[in-house]
């Protein structure tokens, strides 16, 4: 199954770093003190003060935990000064309001290969409730190791086998009234009170089954809208046993999945929104304020190609990343020049390699799980090698956190717009909407075409969404079909509609 091991190495490098900076500091401060203890008696406490605040801001960065969960209102969400408004009610409010725009896809979601857990989480036997493309789905490992995934819902009475439910050598048992399903096709092996056999079950007694694979520490399911076999496969990292986990960060977006790694081919973002520094955190608010411009970053994606033949549900390109003491020359070390290979594999997966020697070696893995058309769960993983100590390492997933925060305060309130005015310097974005097309299938399903353009609805005193609905006659005049490319005379343009 490949998983990463928990290095000790890097938390000694980190206490070790820790022990020089806190030396440092103490060297610094014997030398300013007796040089200007005289002419300047507060100079010990100010030089005390500086140390000690230098110090407990790296200390926290070691220790804060790096498996965190950031829901879509706590960023870009400002309720009216004054107001006694909560951040919860005032985001209900502006998703409420939003606009989502018509979509140029014929499914409600891509086909493609999607993660439910990280492998880790996972041990044998245990039992994960996920949601995922509107179901409700029970993820357990089984006594062989190996994981399944299945509808939550048990046929009999619908009960929900993700909780309570038991694994049983390669099965899952309801814990209603104890029917077995089998984790490899969904069969129904065993009603405990039954006096037949389980050969003489209803036909209808079984759940569905999904397609799993594990690679590079996360269990992904396979998701055809047609039911289509896959047709490729997320391409295994080089001597993954040979990194630790470092961390992951999750955050739920309100977006359309295309509009999140579609960021990569938008290079005139970059200069707004992560020109500024990267530690002056993800609120665009202090970003953009001088906080922001103690240190500037410089993006330059290069080499940006379409993947074809046996590749074609790839995209690669370098990211290249420049560093400096606000508007000068003069680059930061650690962060001076990075180069990342950047690799999109499918709708749903992308990974950046990262080598800096023995600053950092390692990777970002970012995968997407659609919880609904329009709710997103992105998170962000790090693995590195273990002579990378973790306080650079955890130091570079803050970053990480912070920049993606920045994209999630557009996404956020943004409309998906089906044919957006470019100009050449925008990147290629068009040649990317027309590569990701590809993940669509050619024909809705019935109970796609319903929902393809329809917007939710958020309630203002809950979180929970509400689908608005249309009639019949409606929903033919306003499904967009797109045959996997763009009509050039332009989409069908629908009908809008009284959300």
Known sequence: MGRVKNATLPYILSFI??????????????????????????????????????????????FVKTDLFVPFYNIAMYPPKRSNISKMEWANEMMRRKKYGKLPFSSKYPNGWYSVCRS??????????????????AVFRGEDG???????????LGANMSVLGKVIRNCLQCPFHGWTFRGEDGVCVDIPYSTSTNTTYPKQARVNSHIVMERNGVVFMWFHSEEAEPDWVIDPIEDYEGYYEAGQITHTINCHISEIPENG????????????????????????????????????????????GEEKHMIKFDLHLETYFGQSSIRVPGFNEMKAEVRQMGPAYVSLKIDLGLLFQGYFIQTIQPEEQFLQRVTHRIIAKPHNQLLLTKLYLQSERFQFERDVS?????????NPVLIKDDGPIRKY???????????????DSAE?????KYSQKS?????????????TENSIIVNGHADKSGWKKPNDLDW
């Open 17 to 62: 770093t820790l022990g020089l900076i806190i030396c440092l500091f103490y060297q610094l401060y014997l030398a300013i003190t007796s040089q200007f203890w005289s002419a300047y008696p507060f100079t010990e406490l100010v030089v005390s003060f500086v140390s000690i605040s230098v110090v407990l801001k790296f200390m926290p960065i070691l």
């Open 120 to 137: 880790s989480d996972l041990a044998k036997g245990q039992v994960k409730p996920v949601n995922i493309l509107d179901k409700n789905l």
């Open 146 to 156: 190996v994981a399944y995934v299945v509808d939550a819902y048990c046929p009999h």
């Open 265 to 308: 081919a938008d290079f005139a973002h970059f200069f707004m929104l992560h020109e500024d520094n990267m530690l002056a955190g993800g609120d665009m608010q202090i970003t953009k304020s001088k906080l922001g411009k103690l240190m500037t970053h410089k993006w330059t994606p290069k080499n940006w190609t379409v993947g074809y």
């Open 410 to 418: 557009m996404w956020n309130h943004k409309v998906y717009q089906t």
């Open 433 to 447: 909407r027309n590569w990701y097309q590809q993940f669509y299938s050619t024909v809705a399903k019935k109970d």
């Open 452 to 456: 393809i353009n329809q917007n939710p």
């Open 463 to 475: 979180a929970e969404v509400v689908q608005s609905t249309t009639s019949d006659k409606e929903v």
